[in-house]
Structures are given as structure tokens and as C-alpha cells.
T-cell receptor
Framework: SQQGEEDPQALSIQEGENATMNCSYK?????LQWYRQNSGRGLVHLIL?????REKHSGRLRVTLDTSKKSSSLLITASRAADTASYFC????????????FGKGTHLIIQP | KAGVTQTPRYLIKTRGQQVTLSCSPI?????VSWYQQTPGQGLQFLFE???????NKGNFPGRFSGRQFSNSRSEMNVSTLELGDSALYLC????????????FGDGTRLSIL
């Protein structure tokens, strides 16, 4: 079953602009992770934020977590053509018996 | 350090056959998880192995099985293949029992005719 739901499903922006993707989930979590997937490839881990954290940065990435609203956002600043990919949020909850639970992803297209 | 290696990359089978997929985790990683990715259902957790023991299992029929060897390499097997089993099968490894973060291979694309 899908825990996270990303919004929007697809996003197309110009190179240099910022891209924001949102993720909502249903149950309490231990942590939330964001992954990137290029076409035909595996997932690449981007950033992990724990349930007791509110914001985290990594390079051009900024992730926020609002546990009261059960939502997270991923901001990519100064986008580049190489950022074109699908982005997924994944949650781990409880004892982890369900593995990581992924949303359906946001497909991001950066127009040169 | 080499990444997660999955073989084969592409596979074509017919209904009713069985298939075995292989995953070599990053050296030193003891946990291996498997996921199925389809356009309709997205990414779904199949199972996780740690130290040759299945630790967790997703909501898949018994036709889907797996195992892990003493060197942490893992295989998953799907018997009596159905058209709906066509998917990208992804393997991920991590150092311990936590899933933070997971390192994914590029997957095996399985097509059922």
C-alpha cells in the first residue's frame, strides 16, 4: 500500500528555477527519505530526515518535515538539466515490518 | 567501492515459467531488500533479508520467494509467472537492520509474454 503521496505528479520548470515537491503520508513515521530515479536506473538516496527534525539541507536540497500535518517537502534550488528525474518520498514506520513505503513520485523535467 | 549489482539487467519469460534474479550488495552490507516497481502500483516492498534470515515480508503471494547466502548475496525467485509480474525488480542493501539509507541497484527488467 502507498504511504506517501507526492504532489505534483509532474513538474516542468526552466533551468535555474527552484523546484518544490510535496509528500503526504498517513501514519506516524520514524523517518522520511527522498530518493531520485533517472529513467531506467535504480534509486539514489538524497536525504533522510528523522521524525524529530524539522528541516535538513544537503547542497542544493532542502527538506522540511511537518509531523503534525504528516507532510514533507523537497526543494531543489537553482535547478539543472541533470536534475531531470523522478523523485520519491519513502517512509519507515514502526518496526519497519513493511519495509520502506514509497509514494508514486514526482516526475521533474528541467527545460534548458 | 562497487555498488549494488543486479543480474541480469533484462529478462523475457513466458507465463507459467519461473525466474531467479540475483543481487550482490555493497561489500560489508548485510541487509538486502527487494522491491517491485510497476507503472500502476509504483514501488512495493517484497522482502528483506539480514544474515541469511528473512526479516520482513511484503504483501505478495507465495510465488515470490527469496534467500540470502552467507556472503550476503541474495536471490529472489518467482514461480508460475503471470503477465502482471512484468516489472522492474530492484534490490537495495544497507549496512545493518536499519534502512537508512538504502543503496539500490539498477534493477532487473522482467517482461512476461
Amino acid at each position: 500500500s502507498q504511504q506517501g503521496e507526492e504532489d505534483p505528479q509532474a513538474l516542468s520548470i526552466q533551468e535555474g528555477e527552484n523546484a518544490t515537491m510535496n509528500c503526504s503520508y498517513k501514519t506516524s513515521i520514524n523517518n522520511l527519505q527522498w530518493y531520485r530515479q533517472n529513467s531506467g536506473r535504480g534509486l539514489v538516496h538524497l536525504i533522510l530526515i528523522r521524525s524529530n527534525e524539522r528541516e535538513k539541507h544537503s547542497g542544493r536540497l532542502r527538506v522540511t518535515l511537518d509531523t503534525s500535518k504528516k507532510s514533507s517537502s523537497l526543494l531543489i534550488t537553482a535547478s539543472r538539466a541533470a536534475d531531470t528525474a523522478s523523485y520519491f518520498c519513502a517512509t519507515e514506520s514502526g518496526g519497519g515490518a513493511d519495509g520502506l513505503t514509497f509514494g508514486k513520485g514526482t516526475h521533474l523535467i528541467i527545460q534548458p | 567501492k562497487a555498488g549494488v549489482t543486479q543480474t541480469p539487467r533484462y529478462l523475457i519469460k513466458t507465463r507459467g515459467q519461473q525466474v531467479t534474479l540475483s543481487c550482490s550488495p555493497i561489500s560489508g552490507h548485510r541487509s538486502v531488500s527487494w522491491y517491485q516497481q510497476t507503472p500502476g502500483q509504483g514501488l512495493q516492498f517484497l522482502f528483506e533479508y539480514f544474515s541469511e534470515t528473512q526479516r520482513n515480508k511484503g504483501n505478495f503471494p507465495g510465488r515470490f520467494s527469496g534467500r540470502q547466502f552467507s556472503n550476503s548475496r541474495s536471490e529472489m525467485n518467482v514461480s508460475t509467472l503471470e503477465l502482471g509480474d512484468s516489472a522492474l525488480y530492484l534490490c537495495a542493501s544497507s549496512p545493518g537492520t536499519g534502512r537508512e539509507p538504502q543503496h539500490f541497484g539498477d534493477g532487473t527488467r522482467l517482461s512476461i509474454l
